[in-house]
């Protein structure tokens, strides 16, 4: 899935004669596509199963300030030979201000010398790359035949997490429920701009009629109850990344078959935490989904499996996607440099 670790070095090495290179929001948004993000998490959580890419401790605090979440997530990829750290948090005021509420900036080192090497923007590639986590869960867990796509959340990233999702299998609907209604006409627009008949609905007639679910809220509270889920969903549950949230009842975990992007997120500040808190499931209940994608586990066995992806959101995502919106970027010469 990766290039060698020579050719990959020499690939990522800073040009001497140009120094470090930046690459701005605007031109991440240009270069930095859905497939190619698709490509770089799966070959990261591929790594991260081999145990050759490695996440470090998470740093994520309240500052006192603007209601603000800050931290840094940051880890180093073997396989890709990409280290860095990404910066950045959740600043709830910020859509009064017309600003995206996650802001962060994705810093890149060359693991051969320590020498910073690239500045990328990192607010586009959040929200492309937690996207793309969700889709590469749906491409190796959702039933082939889904046809119902349900979304739970209708705020900035679930029109990434709808058009990625569209990709992986072929629905013929979307079915939507979000806790501020208003927000709902600009999902809408983007199922109908991929040519998907969209229906707002309550939560329990979503999961009446959704084959794959995803959620994709701040809720600290179960949006979705477990006796509402069908035999054969495949949920995607993309937004608790923080301890105390939670998006679904903790007795559904008992029930599906659970995967993550990482364990030790997971079960500390993921979906999972409350039934392993709760003791209604153990860490060893949890796959990785990087073994399916490698072929060491198995993720769906049969049509009636319910499956469930907690996606807590990993440094290593964003190092990925990072590196290859750098790379692409400066093939195109649509980088600018400087030196320190």
């Not at 990993?314 to 750098?326: E, I, K, P, T």
Request: with cysteine.
């Amino acid at each position: 899935m990766s290039d060698s670790k020579e050719n990959q070095s020499q690939k990522n090495a800073i040009p001497a004669n140009k120094g470090v290179s930046v690459v701005s929001e605007a031109v991440c948004q240009e270069v930095m596509g859905r497939a190619d993000a698709f490509t770089a998490v799966e070959n990261v959580f591929s790594a991260m199963a081999k145990n050759t890419a490695y996440n470090f401790p998470v740093i994520r605090e309240a500052i006192g300030h603007a209601d603000a979440l800050y931290g840094f997530k940051s880890g180093f990829d073997r396989d890709g030979m990409v280290l860095g750290l990404k910066s950045g948090g959740y600043w709830p005021g910020n859509v009064q201000k017309d600003l995206t509420n996650h802001q962060s900036t994705v810093i890149l080192f060359d693991p051969d010398t320590g020498q910073l090497k690239s500045l990328v923007g990192g607010n586009y590639l959040t929200a492309v790359r937690t996207a793309a986590s969700s889709a590469v869960s749906i491409a190796h867990l959702a039933r082939k035949d889904s046809k119902v796509l349900g979304m739970v959340g209708a705020g900035h990233q679930s029109t990434f997490q709808l058009r990625a999702a569209v990709e992986q299998r072929d629905f013929e609907k979307v079915v939507c429920w979000n806790f501020h209604p208003e927000q709902i006409p600009k999902l809408a627009a983007v199922a109908e701009e991929v040519g998907l008949p969209f229906e707002s609905v309550t939560r329990e007639a979503l999961c009446a009629q959704a084959d794959v679910i995803i959620t994709i809220t701040s809720a600290f509270e179960a949006l979705i109850d477990k006796d509402w889920i069908r035999p054969g969903t495949h949920i995607a549950c993309m937004g608790t990344d923080t301890v105390g949230k939670q998006e679904v009842d903790a007795n559904l975990l008992t029930v599906a078959k659970v995967f993550t992007d990482e364990l030790a997120q997971s079960i500390s500040l993921g979906e999972a935490q409350h039934a392993v808190a709760q003791k209604l499931i153990q860490q060893s209940d949890i796959v990785p989904i990087g073994e399916v994608i490698n072929g060491t586990k198995t993720g769906r066995t049969s049509a009636e499996d319910i499956t469930l992806f907690d996606g807590t959101g990993v440094g290593l995502q964003d190092l990925a996607v990072a590196s290859v919106a750098a790379e692409l970027a400066e093939a195109k010469g649509q980088v600018t440099y400087f030196n320190l």
